[in-house]
């Protein structure tokens, strides 16, 4: 709205709803002041006096200073990188400290893997910022021991510890304690736990109308099919137990449902989908179906970013004979027709005479002979062929 109401002042820019004014001097500037006030009330618009600034030589605009020396960047202000752990997963968060108010930028959580569940207090701890460092932050921990850890000779540590701590000081960072009461957002995000919602005693219900499920107790396969009981009544659910962790064999019936609830709660790639799905469940042709439902998702084709080359419009010589100037594609599949379902189709430009010819497939060769029998042979060799 603002660009369409001051958008062709030349001594004016817009951003959102803040207003920059530039002049040569200070009777310049009250000319354009008026100017500018004059259409924003034309326009039913006010300006808060509070928020002004006139008759600036420099002004804070956008990150920027702006001076008649020039436009620099503002000093850069600190960030700190808040992290902690818990038994089940580390969590992080980045904030901005400006006029003495926090700011969040940046949230990051992940689970723990099965061997990192057993590791110590500190290496949970260490773990959280080795994952979630990337700059010079200043670090700010709960875990006490981890604030000196950095200063202790290199022979104390093991050889994983001594790794996370030299990439950890290759940022060169500072690290400091901070109370436990006052890191509430890098502890709830280590203590996230999602849960998919799923009913297993139906999964289990379901494998037992399921012909499949039979089928996978007799098949030859690396895969080791075990019946792990679930619930308090006996009851059991066919999972593979190969990978240490059981998988549930998910029966047809189900395995839409459980894919729309893992690739919805962030909608990742088709390959990162199938991995986190393969990594709880199983059945067979699974990354198969997975991909294609991921590329059937509406919701990551409206959001995908599609980075196309655009070629510029040909120039073509304008055509010297009938004939000469020939334009060439190739349609199909359609429903099959005497052995055929593509069309080599040529259009003569200055004539506007169509062609059709039947393919059976659209290999380079089957659309030689096509041009050569159903245009060549006929019309003679054209001089340009589009």
Known sequence: MMDGILGDLPFCACYVDDILIFSGDPNEHLQHLRVVLKRLHNNGLVVRQDKCQFGATSVEFLGHKIS??????LPSIPLTLTTDASSIAVGAVVEQTIRGKTHPLFFFSRKLRQAEVRYSTFDR?????YLAVSSAFTILTDHQPLVHAFSKPGDAWSDRQQRQL???????CSIKYTPGSMNPVAD???????????????????QKDDPETTE????ITSLQ??????????????????????RPLIPKSFRRKIFNLIHGLSHPSGRTTARLMKDKFIWHGMNKDIKQWA?????????KVSRHTESGTGEFRQPMRRFGHLHVDVVGPLPPSDGAQYLFTATERSTRWPEA??????????????????????????????
């Open 68 to 73: 008649p020396t020039g436009v620099s960047p």
């Open 125 to 129: 701890e260490l773990l959280a910022v």
């Open 166 to 172: 030299s990439s950890i000081a290759e940022f060169g």
């Open 188 to 206: 709830a995000l280590s203590r996230v736990e999602i849960n998919l919602g799923i009913d297993y005693n139906e999964v289990a219900a379901a």
């Open 216 to 219: 996978y107790h007799t098949a």
């Open 225 to 246: 099919w075990k019946d792990v009981h679930i619930g308090g009544e006996g009851r059991t659910i066919l999972c593979d137990v190969s990978t240490g962790r059981p």
């Open 295 to 303: 590329r059937c998702c509406v919701a990551c084709q409206m959001s």
């Open 357 to 386: 010819i039947p393919m059976q497939h659209t290999t380079a060769r089957d659309c030689a002979e096509a041009l050569l029998h159903g245009w060549i042979s006929r019309f003679g060799v054209p001089d340009d062929i589009i």
